[in-house]
């Protein structure tokens, strides 16, 4: 019960206050004598309780662990998260884990130790089609473009340079590379290169004229062969619990978790309403043990480099696990609206179920081929008999093109059944 209040108060507080990193609040509760040793009971605490140890199982005992609970609830680290990239991220992890994880259990990986960052990645819809210079409707390879457009930033050609060396650099004639540099590398390159060049290579559209060479140029972004492919596929599970066992890729997986759940009832497809955030936790897998991957086919299908296979009676549990990763509609439709909508053809849907109440549809576009995001496309997907149903403004509709500097706030109409209202909602991922 304890637990459960301490993990429910984090989530409220967090959402109310900017939380101090974890590094300087460890720093600041070193200082301070009475904090200090509070956060040295619970540890004990927690330890003796794994270990079954007598000396914390008595009433008193029991009570001095309530009190530094309680304790620590007034402390800095109560609500610490870390930054990624950030100068001792690892440090910060470790920190953020050893409170959390030693709490909650080994198998904590719905709460992100990150510091949410929507500001950061507000701009990134309406930039996407900037990068390649022209509407993705064009029979251009996109990627090749968003590539080119790479070279020429100082930053994004820098940090390119610097993990295409280590992921191509035969290290002897049974390794390819040296993976660890490589991934290092790559990490580098998603944290530090702005996100409009980036997501420019890794997430660029392919349009039905130019799939094949497109896509094949794309799921060579991170260079396969060394960041992504190995000598075997591992189990899912087995490669989860070995990224469990490093704070970097279990705090990237669990961001990635969290940001990027997938939710039936919501237009967007996501829990959270939020392609930005879902899109900066994929990237910030690459360059970890989890390492995903677009596979060897056409559109978006995306894998980390693993099978179900030998997985026992855990067949159900690998299977979800996989799954979340090939068939996760809230990442698919966040990759596909930074690509403007471009690949909504490989959802390949049925037709839209027509709405029993008025005004709750867009007529789609006289252009088929339009670069809209169109809602429609995925409306068979919605319970239109539910107490609410969403209807979400296209791309094309928010005249998110190449050069033009739109408000990027994609309206939603809402209509509540119960009450027989109708409102706009400004979605979070586009404020």
Not at 90 to 107: P, V, Y
Not at 276 to 299: E, F, H, K, W
Not at 382 to 387: A, E, I
Request: glycine share 4%; charged share 20%; with cysteine.
């Amino acid at each position: 019960i304890i637990i459960i209040i301490f993990f429910s108060v984090i989530s409220d507080g967090a959402s109310r206050s900017v939380p101090m990193d974890c590094v300087k609040a460890s720093e600041q509760c070193l200082r301070e004598y009475s904090c200090s040793t509070k956060y040295r009971t619970m540890r004990q605490c927690v330890a003796g309780r794994e270990s079954n140890f007598s000396a914390v199982t008595g009433p008193e005992a029991q009570g001095e662990c309530r009190s530094a609970i309680e304790a620590m609830k007034q402390s800095p680290l109560y609500r610490c998260r870390c930054r990624r990239g950030m100068k001792k991220e690892k440090n910060c992890l470790r920190i953020f884990w050893s409170i959390f994880q030693s709490l909650q259990g080994n198998d904590l990986l719905e709460y992100s130790p990150y510091e949410p960052v929507n500001s950061r990645l507000s701009d990134i819809f309406r930039l996407a089609p900037i990068i390649a210079g022209k509407p993705p409707s064009t029979k251009e390879n996109n990627c090749l473009s968003a590539a080119k457009a790479c070279n020429l930033n100082d930053t994004c050609k820098k940090y390119r340079s610097a993990y295409i060396n280590p992921c191509t650099s035969r290290v002897s004639a049974s390794e390819v590379c040296n993976k660890r540099k490589c991934h290092k590398a790559l990490r580098h390159f998603f944290d530090k290169v702005p996100t409009k060049y980036s997501y420019g290579m890794l997430f660029c559209s392919c349009p039905a004229g130019d799939q094949t060479a497109c896509a094949e140029r794309r799921r060579q972004t991170i260079v396969p062969v060394c960041s992504y492919e190995d000598k075997d596929k591992p189990n899912c599970l087995s490669l989860q619990n070995t990224c469990k066992a490093n704070y970097i890729c279990r705090s990237r997986l669990a961001d990635f978790l969290s940001n990027c759940q997938p939710e039936p009832r919501s237009i967007s497809g996501c829990l959270r309403e939020n392609y930005a955030d879902c899109l900066l936790s994929y990237s910030g897998l690459i360059g970890t043990v989890m390492t995903p991957n677009y596979v060897r086919s056409q559109g978006i299908s995306l894998s980390p480099w693993c099978d179900c296979s030998s997985s026992g009676n855990n067949k159900p549990d690998c299977d979800r696990f996989n799954q979340f990763f090939s068939d996760n509609r809230c990442l698919r439709n966040a990759i596909q609206a930074f690509g403007n909508g471009t690949d909504v053809g490989v959802w390949q849907p049925q037709p839209p179920i027509e709405p029993t109440e008025p005004g709750l549809t867009r007529t789609r576009t006289r252009d088929q081929n339009s670069n809209s995001l169109d809602t429609l496309t995925d409306m068979s997907r919605l319970d239109l008999n539910s107490d609410s149903a969403f209807n979400t403004c296209g791309m094309q509709a928010q005249k998110l093109v190449s050069n033009v500097s739109m408000d990027t706030t994609l309206c939603v109409v809402s209509f509540v059944k119960s009450k027989q209202l109708r409102g706009i909602i400004s979605l979070p991922f586009l404020t």
